[in-house]
């Protein structure tokens, strides 16, 4: 069936190092790809997203391609600030509806 | 910016009772959602709502969810019975036409049962 799996955390780092999360994906067809971002005590708030193959998703210095081939979407970020502590959800849609499916999330926590 | 607003932001009930979660979707989307996350796992699909009937639902949206527009403004979650396991954070969504487009959350009820 359709599922997401993404890299369990925590992942701790320290501010300015380079963030990697890894995201993959098992679908029919071809879905569209999001990550999404849960800052404390919020709802879900979309960080990026790519709806085609090879397609690159950018936003606040986040980055993450949509791979076909290794059906992948990884999150990157080369520089990590304090402020990006939060859980990250890799998702996809896969029907008409666009309902969304999520992996379990990765809490990043970025230290001074 | 508009945004997807729940109430109340946290409910606590007791076992058996039901309850009503309110949302109030971004006003010109068309598609409204309603997922969970049980703490410390993922986020659940639970129900997909167009044009006033459920469109697509999951295993665990079974008889004792129902879902609602009673106006032009809000889209309800009830749940007839509460069980323990209900106890979750419920996302409301919404979205507008186009399916690329993403869906957007409001900040969640959090659901106790007691």
């Known amino acids: 069936g359709n599922s997401v799996t993404q890299m369990e955390g925590p992942v701790t780092l320290s501010e300015e190092a380079f963030l990697t999360i890894n995201c993959t994906y098992t679908?029919?067809?071809?879905?569209?790809l999001f990550w999404y971002v849960q800052y404390p005590g919020e709802g879900l708030q979309l960080l990026l997203k790519?709806?085609?193959?090879?397609d690159k998703g950018s936003n606040k210095g986040f980055e993450a391609t949509y791979r076909k081939e290794t059906t992948s979407f990884h999150l990157e970020k080369g520089s990590v600030q304090v402020s990006d502590s939060a859980v990250y959800f890799c998702?996809?849609?896969?029907?008409?509806?666009?309902?969304?499916?999520f992996g379990k999330g990765t809490m990043l926590l970025v230290s001074p | 910016e508009p945004e997807v607003t729940q109430t109340p932001s946290h409910q606590v009930t007791q076992m058996g009772q039901e309850v009503i979660l309110r949302c109030v979707p971004i006003?010109?989307?068309?598609?409204f959602y309603w997922y969970r996350q049980i703490l410390g796992q993922k986020v659940e699909f639970l129900v997909s709502?167009?044009?006033?009937?459920?469109?697509?639902k999951s295993e665990i949206f079974d008889d004792q969810f129902s879902v609602e527009r009673p106006d032009g403004s809000n889209f309800t979650l009830k749940i007839r019975s509460t069980k323990l396991e209900d106890s979750a954070m419920y996302f409301c969504?919404?979205?507008?036409?186009?399916?690329?487009?993403?869906?957007?959350f409001g900040d969640g009820t959090r659901l106790s049962i007691l």
């Open positions: 969504a919404s979205k507008n036409s186009n399916s690329n487009q993403p869906q957007h």
């Open positions: 679908a029919t067809g071809y879905p569209s």
């Open positions: 790519a709806t085609k193959a090879d």
């Open positions: 998702g996809m849609s896969h029907s008409g509806y666009s309902t969304l499916t």
């Open positions: 006003s010109n989307h068309l598609y």
């Open positions: 709502f167009y044009n006033n009937e459920i469109s697509e």
